[in-house]
């Protein structure tokens, strides 16, 4: 069974704007959750991580996460985008039941607007 | 420290060839991991391996193949190549496993004709 999900395909914001993209997990105990960013035709770069500990995880580019565990989700956030944010975004955590694979959501794509 | 490094990074074949795609991870690294990404099923994870041994495998049927070497490069192999497997294959590499964090090559984008 999918293990983490991200409810949105597609993202429009504009720049300047706030910016928060969802993901969910389903894991019995607590995951480690990643989040990635692939621009156009590049590998993926991580953004942050959350293994344990304090909830709200700080990244690179101005990323933050938030871990709830009542709510099963790894938000990412930032608070004003810019024009080089536009890629897509990963979110990735445990397979269900096998801790040593990693799986990834489908991704969000992010477009901002000018 | 360089970061994991894929070769080719494009390539193009027709119907029926084979392949082979070159990973080399970050040093120090031992385990490495091969990803599928297609624009309609997303990133799916082919295999795994650590210490020259495959340590997990996806779904993905037996004409995609991989090995590791001693100094952890590591390639994967497809045979009697299909449409469908016109992707960019993604490498990545950790140190070990498990919780631990997985680095990403810049891929090979592979398109069969």
């Known amino acids: 069974a999918q293990s983490v999900t991200q409810p949105d395909i597609h993202i429009t914001v504009s720049e300047g704007a706030s910016l928060e993209l969802r993901c969910n997990y389903s894991?019995?105990?607590?995951?480690?959750l990643f989040w990635y960013v692939q621009s156009p035709g590049q590998g993926l770069q991580l953004l942050l991580k959350y293994f344990s500990g304090d909830t709200l995880v700080q990244g690179i580019k101005g990323f933050e996460a938030e871990f709830k565990r009542s709510q099963s989700s790894f938000n990412l956030r930032k608070p004003s985008v810019h024009w080089s944010d536009a890629a897509e975004y990963f979110c990735a955590g445990p397979m269900m039941n096998r801790d040593d694979k990693i799986i990834f959501g489908k991704g969000t794509r992010l477009h901002i607007l000018p | 420290k360089a970061g994991v490094t894929q070769t080719p990074r494009y390539l193009i074949k027709t119907r029926g060839q084979q392949v082979t795609l070159s990973c080399s991870p970050i040093s120090g690294h031992r385990s490495v991991s091969w990803y599928q990404q297609t624009p309609g099923q997303g990133l799916q994870f082919l295999f795994e391996?650590?210490?020259?041994?495959?340590?997990n495998k996806g779904n993905f049927p037996g004409r995609f193949s991989g090995r590791q070497f001693s100094n952890s490069r590591s390639e994967m192999n497809v045979s009697t190549l299909e449409l469908g497997d016109s992707a960019l294959y993604l490498c990545?590499?950790?140190?070990?496993?498990?919780?631990?964090?997985?680095?990403f090559g810049p891929g090979t984008r592979l398109l069969v004709l």
């Open positions: 990545a590499s950790r140190t070990s496993g498990g919780q631990e964090t997985q680095y």
């Open positions: 894991y019995g105990a607590t995951p480690y």
């Open positions: 391996y650590f210490s020259e041994t495959q340590r």
